[in-house]
Nanobody
Framework: QVQLVESGGGLVQAGGSLRLSCAASGLSFSMYAMGWFRQAPGKEREFVATISWSGSSTSYADSVKGRFTISRDSAKKLVYLQMNALKSEDTAVYYC?????????????WGQGTQVTVSS
């Protein structure tokens, strides 16, 4: 059974930082690209960042580029999202997702989400 469990969310002031973690189990972690998505109240879920199965390639939404960093520790089956210079518009539920290598970023597995609230 595949499980993705996010942690690290919380309340932070604008300009502050948070690091989200996603622990994966039940899958061959090194075979999966990992992504972070978010959904704000009343809005559709949107892409935030992705990292390739090897960790050699990353991609970011324009809205977070230069502020957020995605990384992975394949030995520990963890993926991180370091979020700096947070803004009120970053407030959302953040989800971790996994896409099997070769499936063209088709995210098959999702976590339950962790709330990030940025106060201005």
């Amino acid at each position: 059974q595949v499980q993705l469990v996010e942690s690290g969310g919380g309340l932070v002031q604008a300009g502050g930082s948070l690091r989200l973690s996603c622990a994966a189990s039940g899958l061959s972690f090194s075979m999966y690209a990992m992504g972070w998505f978010r959904q704000a109240p009343g809005k559709e879920r949107e892409f935030v960042a992705t990292i390739s199965w090897s960790g050699s390639s990353t991609s970011y939404a324009d809205s977070v580029k230069g502020r957020f960093t995605i990384s992975r520790d394949s030995a520990k089956k963890l993926v991180y999202l370091q979020m700096n210079a947070l803004k009120s518009e970053d407030t959302a539920v953040y989800y971790c997702a996994a896409a099997l290598r070769g499936t063209g970023q088709a995210y098959a597995y999702w976590g339950q989400g962790t709330q990030v609230t940025v106060s201005s």
